[in-house]
């Protein structure tokens, strides 16, 4: 069965550390990608996404991922955290021949000011 | 303008008893959704419908019945509401069956 893994359920930083978040999938066709953030009290909304090309895509706020199609994973990342990036972030996955969205748990980020 | 919003956004009722959700999106998309989030913020998709068809229904209920009277909506209904569907109930569209998905703000339902 399809199933999509997000390594850290909570991770605390304080500003300007870089951050990494893992997200691995367990599917051998094709997908499509994404990040999606939701804000304290907000709806979620695209961080960035990859369907194909450039393995290396950039989103807003200065997020990138990097798909890494031998190892299955799609990590975030960002090189310098601010207090407002504190939220929620889930990894998700289509697979482009049953479309079925498969979301992670989750990793939720607390940034300290 | 709100891209997709739902109606209403809390919902607090009684175990036993019947009720709605309303989503609309005004993006112009072929594909809704209708998401389910527990406590632990764990998203579950629990349909998905591409131009008023039925395509993704997952292991729910079947007190959970979607219906798409056109494009641009996609309403859930629930029959005998039993504790365990307290959650946020999101609503999502997208162009195509594989795109990036736009939320709704979810309804948080709690039942008691």
């Known amino acids: 069965a399809q199933s999509v893994s997000q390594h850290n359920h909570h991770v605390i930083l304080s500003e300007a550390a870089s951050l990494e978040l893992g997200c691995n999938y367990s599917?051998?066709?094709?997908?499509?990608l994404f990040w999606y953030v939701q804000y304290p009290g907000q709806h979620l909304q695209l961080l960035l996404k990859?369907?194909?090309?450039?393995?290396l895509v950039k989103g807003i706020k200065g997020f990138e991922a990097e798909f890494i199609k031998s190892k299955f994973s799609f990590n975030l990342r960002k090189p310098s955290v601010q207090w407002s990036d504190t939220a929620e972030y889930f990894c998700?996955?289509?697979?482009?021949?049953?479309?079925?969205?498969?979301f992670g748990a989750g990793t939720r980020l607390f940034v300290k000011a | 303008d709100t891209a997709v919003s739902q109606t209403p956004k809390y919902l607090v009722t009684q175990m036993g008893n019947d009720k709605s959700i309303k989503c609309e999106q005004n993006l112009g998309h072929d594909t809704m959704y209708w998401y389910k989030q527990d406590s632990k913020k764990f998203l579950k998709i629990m349909f998905s419908?591409?131009?008023?068809?039925?395509?993704i229904n997952e292991t729910v209920p079947n007190r959970f019945s979607p219906k798409s009277p056109d494009k641009a909506h996609l309403n859930l209904h629930i029959n005998s509401l039993e504790l365990g569907d307290s959650a946020v109930y999101f609503c999502?569209?997208?162009?195509?069956?594989?795109?990036?998905?736009?939320f709704g703000p979810g309804t948080r339902l709690t039942v008691l």
């Open positions: 599917y051998g066709g094709t997908v499509n």
């Open positions: 998700a996955v289509i697979n482009t021949g049953g479309f079925k969205t498969i």
């Open positions: 999502a569209s997208s162009q195509g069956l594989a795109d990036t998905q736009y």
């Open positions: 419908y591409n131009n008023k068809e039925l395509i």
């Open positions: 990859y369907f194909s090309g450039d393995p």
